[in-house]
């Protein structure tokens, strides 16, 4: 990397952490609203801030477009910062809870995932054709890939701050940690279609299968090693260099051996989570590696979400993409409400999907940063800069409308 280069990525990460630390701030003394929302809000209005200055004369623009070239949030998030999101909301995973629900979970996770993508790539193609600006269709089941999994970073982040009942939180973390490997894997089939790749069905078989099954495999080894390590040594210094090493060297290698990363990482966060905390560790480790973790989150989660907000600046708008991308906001709801219903169809999965349920698991599907940094790594061309001023749309509805209401919703089902 070229020195200007590194200045640059260094400049934009404290130019992030700067924003985030000032925005946590404002968040804490006069919103107290859930963290997420609240950085995602004051990055917007600072977007906004920036383009309005922009349009009268002033070269704020052109400067926060400079500054952000430092650091591309599909790289930063899927590379690197995904991992330890992953793992921190992994640790609290009551295990117990995930295997009684695992049918629901396993169906969310996987049909689910390959319902909605092809309902929401579906109305998507319809929504651009009767806009005049048709699109491939194989493109626009690429927009349903990615946005058809739950965001587990926006999920869970809700789930904290709100008092849903033990059986409708455990579905609700469950899906959103395991269906973004079920939909990264849908997302490079279908990119791969769009490349001109050929596919056979004896093929996505065979990546279905090395993806999950082997993320699963990988994360059960990884998980089970690291609390081997943690049970023979009683220093919590070196047990979080062990989670941290389990974290970081299990996604590299996960990737390196073509298994789903995401899926390993919480395979091992569940393992370390129900069986490393409670039973390799003295009670002061428990409580240091749980502080050290709870960090990381807190700030991964507030440079994340500054991130989207400020990607608004790299927009490419146009009036046509912004009415598909109004359009496609109930579009995806719909393919959401269908794809959860569905379950009440299924020979006993109907007790775990009442209409009520439905509905919650419908408005609680949150769509995030997981969205957009895939639409992000979209090659260049038309499609890619509508498919992103979709996805953006879509995303900020979820956060911001569905994320503010969803708490209050949980409350009251509750009762």
């Known amino acids: 990397m070229s020195e200007s280069r590194r200045m640059d990525v260094l400049s934009a990460a404290a130019a992030l952490i700067t924003l985030a630390a000032l925005f946590s701030w404002l968040n804490e003394r006069l919103l107290r609203q859930p963290p997420a929302i609240a950085l995602l809000l004051f990055s917007l209005l600072l977007s906004l801030a920036v383009v309005a200055l922009g349009k009268i004369g002033i070269g704020s623009e052109r400067w926060a477009q400079h500054a952000l ?24 995973a009551d295990i117990d809870e995930l295997v009684r629900r695992r049918r629901a979970i396993a169906f969310l996770a996987s049909f689910g995932v390959v319902v909605s993508a092809l309902l929401a790539g579906g109305a998507l193609w319809a929504i651009f054709a009767a806009l005049g600006h048709p699109l491939p269709l194989i493109w626009c089941l690429l927009f349903g890939a990615l946005i058809s999994p739950t965001d587990p970073i926006a999920v869970l982040a809700i789930l904290k701050s709100a008092r849903a009942e033990r059986s409708l939180a455990a579905k609700m973390a469950g899906e959103s940690l395991l269906n973004d490997g079920f939909g990264i894997v849908l997302f490079v089939l279908f990119l791969g279609i769009a490349g001109g ?3 056979s069905a004896a093929g996505v078989s065979a990546l279905f299968l090395r993806e999950v099954l082997g993320g699963a495999l990988f994360g059960l080894a990884i ?13 919590y210094e070196v047990e979080i260099l062990v989670t941290l090493a389990l974290v970081m060297g299990g996604y590299a290698a996960a990737r390196a051996l073509h298994v789903s990363g995401p899926i390993a990482v919480v395979i091992a966060g569940v393992m370390i989570g129900n069986r490393g905390l409670r039973h390799a560790m003295a009670e002061r480790s428990r409580e240091r590696v749980g502080q050290f973790w709870g960090l990381i989150d807190e700030i991964f989660n507030a440079v994340l979400f500054i991130m989207v907000g400020l990607e608004l600046l790299r927009l490419d708008f146009q009036p046509t993409y912004a009415w598909a991308g109004l359009l496609a906001i109930p579009a995806v709801l719909a393919a959401r409400f269908l794809s959860v219903g569905i379950a009440a169809l299924v020979p006993g999965l109907r007790q775990d999907f009442p209409l009520r349920v439905i509905a919650i698991l419908t408005w609680g599907g949150l769509r995030g940063g997981i969205s957009v940094a895939l639409a992000l790594s979209l090659p260049a061309g038309a499609q890619r800069d509508a498919i992103i001023t979709v996805t953006y749309g879509v995303v900020l509805f979820s956060i911001l409308v569905q994320g503010l209401t969803l708490s209050p919703l949980l409350r009251r089902s509750a009762r």
């Open 69 to 92: 070239a430092g650091v591309r949030l599909d790289r930063a998030l899927l590379d690197s910062m995904l991992s330890f999101l992953l793992f921190a909301g992994a640790l609290h």
């Open 197 to 199: 790749e050929a596919v």
């Open 223 to 235: 998980g089970y090693a690291a609390y081997r390590l943690l049970a023979a040594v009683d220093s």
